[in-house]
């Protein structure tokens, strides 16, 4: 079994920030490449930022200059720095991985439940 668990998300201030993580555990064998979502009321999921194991990333262009996306495969973990947040950036963030499992070899996409990321004005 393989798990996405996120955390950081919270209440700011516009132009404020936040960092989210992303730990993926269990049965895995590699992880290629890692990113976060975004899920807006009344919108569809939209990509904020993803990540290769090389450490090549793209962003969604409402994001390009104010976030920040890294990881640690060490530590298989993603991370989402946010700054200069805008209230429009509301909404629930979830991670995502394209993970080998180790039990058959098999990849796909997993998700997690999700963080939701309030900015008030």
């Known amino acids: 079994q393989v798990q996405l668990v996120e955390s950081g998300g919270g209440l700011v201030q516009a132009g404020g920030s936040l960092r989210l993580s992303c730990a993926a555990s269990g049965s895995i064998f590699s992880i290629h490449s890692m990113g976060w979502y975004r899920q807006a009321p009344g919108k569809q999921r939209e990509l904020v930022a993803d990540?290769?194991?090389?450490?090549?990333?793209k962003y969604g262009d409402s994001v390009k200059g104010r976030f920040t996306i890294s990881r640690d495969n060490a530590k298989n973990t993603v991370y989402l720095q946010a700054n200069s947040l805008k209230p429009e950036d509301t909404a629930v963030y979830y991670c995502?991985?394209?993970?080998?499992?180790?039990?058959?070899?098999?990849?796909?996409?997993?998700w997690g439940k999700g963080t939701l990321v309030t900015v008030s004005s």
């Open positions: 995502n991985a394209f993970i080998v499992d180790s039990a058959d070899y098999g990849g796909m996409n997993y």
């Open positions: 990540i290769t194991s090389g450490g090549s990333a």
